[in-house]
C-alpha cells in the first residue's frame, strides 16, 4: 500500500510539473504577441530576438492594407504592483511608398527590423524557437497535435491592457512535409479577422530534454470558408460561413523571411 501511495504521488508530481512547465511555455509565446493597428488594418503581430536584434513578424497582407507610413504597436508595461499598463507606439512600416517590410516571394509573411525607444523594454522570443523542417520531420508536429494561438480575434483583446486571447486548435492537415511542397497547413479552429500574422505553437519535448519549451510551428494567414449565392426577384445575397480552419503558413518559411531582413 505504501509503495503504491508513493508510485501515486510520484506521478502526480511529475504531471504537475509537466502542467507547471507546459504554462510557462504558453505565457512565454503570449508575451511575445501584440496587437498592430491603424485606421485601414489591425491584426496581431509576434516578436523576435536574433542576432541581439529585434525583428517584428505578421502575415504581409497585414502591412500592405495598412494605409500611410505608420501603424501602432499595443504594448504593455508592468508595473511595480505587478500590474500592466497598456502604451500605444509608433512604428514606421513605409518611406514615402518604399516598404520597410521584407515579404517572403512565395508565401504571406513579412518581418521587418523593430527599434523602439530606448527606454521601451519588450518581450521577444529567440529565433531558434522557430522551428525549421528537420524538427517537424522528427515529430514536433503531427496530424492531431495540441497547437496555441495568442491572437485578436476581431480585434479583441482579453484585457484593458493589450493583451491576446489564447486560442486552441489541432493540426488538421497530412502529410505536413515536405515545406518545399506543403507551405502551409491546417488548423481546426475558429479564425477570425484580426488573427493574421499570429503564431502558432507547440509545446515540445526534444529527445533527452527535460521540460517542455515553446516551439513556432506556424504563422496564421487566412481561413477557409463556405460562400453561397441566392438569387430572388427582389434579393441578392452572398453569405459567407467560416469553416473553422485556419490556414497556417509553416515556421521554416518565416526563418527564411527574418533571415532576408537586412
Not at 131 to 142: C, D, H, P, V
Not at 189 to 208: E, K, N, Q, T
Request: with cysteine; hydrophobic share 45%; charged share 20%.
Amino acid at each position: 500500500m505504501a509503495w503504491r501511495l508513493f508510485s501515486f504521488l510520484l506521478m502526480f508530481c511529475v504531471l504537475g510539473a509537466s502542467m507547471a512547465n507546459g504554462a510557462e511555455a504558453v505565457m512565454e509565446m503570449t508575451a511575445a504577441t501584440f496587437k498592430i493597428t491603424n485606421q485601414s488594418s489591425t491584426a496581431t503581430c509576434f516578436v523576435i530576438s536574433r542576432q541581439k536584434e529585434l525583428f517584428l513578424v505578421t502575415a504581409a497582407h497585414v502591412f500592405e492594407k495598412m494605409s500611410g507610413e505608420e501603424c501602432r504597436i499595443v504594448l504593455r508595461n508592468k508595473q511595480a504592483d505587478g500590474s500592466f499598463v497598456r502604451k500605444e507606439v509608433p512604428l514606421k512600416i513605409r518611406a514615402g511608398n518604399k516598404p520597410l517590410w521584407v515579404k517572403h516571394p512565395q508565401v504571406d509573411v513579412a518581418a521587418m527590423k523593430l527599434k523602439l525607444p530606448a527606454d521601451q523594454a519588450i518581450p521577444a522570443l529567440d529565433f531558434e524557437q522557430i522551428a525549421n523542417e528537420t524538427a517537424i520531420n522528427k515529430g514536433a508536429l503531427r496530424l492531431a497535435s495540441e497547437v496555441w494561438i495568442p491572437c485578436y480575434p476581431a480585434q479583441l483583446e482579453s484585457t484593458s491592457a493589450g493583451f491576446p486571447v489564447l486560442r486552441r486548435g489541432t493540426v488538421a492537415s497530412f502529410p505536413l512535409t515536405s515545406v518545399s511542397r506543403f507551405k502551409t497547413f491546417l488548423i481546426d479552429y475558429s479564425s477570425f479577422g484580426g488573427d493574421s500574422g499570429a503564431l502558432v505553437m507547440v509545446r515540445h519535448r526534444g529527445p533527452g530534454e527535460e521540460t517542455e519549451r515553446p516551439l513556432i510551428v506556424g504563422l496564421v494567414m487566412a481561413q477557409h470558408r463556405e460562400t453561397t449565392k441566392s438569387v430572388t426577384p427582389i434579393e441578392e445575397r452572398i453569405v459567407h460561413r467560416s469553416l473553422g480552419l485556419g490556414i497556417i503558413v509553416h515556421a521554416d518559411l518565416i526563418r527564411e523571411t527574418i533571415e532576408r531582413v537586412n
